[in-house]
């Protein structure tokens, strides 16, 4: 695969692909994209109880991280 594609993204997500040569990392300071990350919800339905349950322990997850 060929590509000239620039992704941002988390290092851990593709540390695979890093690791295996199918990515690069390259040299660009990403200090400034530390934000605040949300999530989107459909407003036309009520989550499933597994989506409930995986948004709490998301935002449990991020609590005990801040």
């Known amino acids: 695969r060929q590509s000239d594609a620039v992704w941002i ?9 890093i690791a295996s040569g199918a990515f690069v ?7 400034e994209t530390k934000g605040p990350v949300g999530l ?6 009520a989550p499933s109880p597994a989506l409930t349950i995986l948004l ?5 997850a991020a ?3 801040a």
Request: hydrophobic share 35%; net charge negative; glycine share 4%.
């Open 9 to 17: 993204i988390s290092a851990g997500v593709v540390a695979n692909e």
């Open 40 to 45: 989107t919800m459909r407003t036309d339905t």
């Open 25 to 31: 990392a390259l040299p660009v300071d990403t200090e």
């Open 56 to 60: 709490q322990t998301i935002r449990e």
């Open 63 to 65: 609590r005990h991280h």
